[in-house]
């Protein structure tokens, strides 16, 4: 069996069905030696940990602890934010902003007090707005405070592609990049299953139907039932296990950006290199003029959201 980190404490703010999912992913895994689930919902919170302590026996060596003070995040090596308002069925991520942001105003400063030395990680949408209003919020350097971005988005690419095709998904190696949402776009001229382009493989209506579904991916299982939990929990556990095991992966992680493809101040999703320090840098990967163009539209999408929110 895998030993968890020894030493390591991973913050997961937020109980709900996200924040509860990704704790217990991070536990299957064995990412930290000690888990703590932060919530204000006191009964919420500790009925979650205490269902989480009881399956201790079958995973990694762990410790957990439920607690409705954020006290319990102190001296956190990595922290992951779910704590925001649900997502309804038709609603938009960004529809999300403004409630969202006005709980951020009051959470962020105090997590980045408790502690100042942990790598943050935003998973609350919209991501990419929610992330660029933590920023400026706490003024964390943007290595250490991003957010989980496009990292589902390009493993449901992947996982089509690899249907598609009939390779296991490990070979497929392509890119969602830009907004987590409406305006995000896959990278097809880089995009290659094992070393054969998927623009030889896949004719480029059926790589249409594949983006679009993509998108919609989410809208599907909230029109379902009610919340998505499964997949962004165990992409979220993927990307502390990439910070925890410092292991230089590349992840398409949204973060502030400044001169990326001429695209400055607003958080996006790229390929990016994280390891134990968060980001360690962003890939400057080719794209065509129309993919370039697709990000910069992105850019434009976020930032107006956030102007209008006062950021």
Known sequence: MIESSTGTKLAVVGAGSVGSTLAYASLMQGLAR?????????AKVRAEALDLRQGLQFVP???????????????ADIIAVTAGAKQQPGQTRLDLAASTTNLMRT??????????????VMVTNPVDVITYVA?????????????SGTVLDTARLR??????????????HAYIVGEHGDSEIPLWSTATVGAVPVTDL???EERDRMAHDVV???YEIISGKGATNYAIGVSGSRIIEAVLRDEHSVLPVSSMLEGYHGIDDVCLSVPSVVGRSGIERRL???????????LRASAEEIRRVARDLGF
């Open 34 to 42: 000690s888990v703590v689930l932060y919530d204000i919902d006191a």
């Open 61 to 75: 060596a762990a410790h957990v602890e439920g607690s409705d003070d954020i006290q319990a995040c102190a001296d």
């Open 107 to 120: 959470l962020m400063p105090q997590l980045v007090e408790v502690a100042p030395e942990a790598i943050i």
């Open 135 to 147: 920023q400026k919020l706490t003024g964390a350097a943007p290595e250490r405070l991003f957010g």
């Open 159 to 172: 996982g089509l592609l690899a249907s598609r095709c009939g390779v296991a998904v490990q070979n497929v």
């Open 202 to 204: 896949v004719p480029a």
């Open 216 to 218: 919609h991916a989410a």
């Open 284 to 294: 400057d990967v080719p794209m065509t003029e129309a993919e370039v163009a697709g």
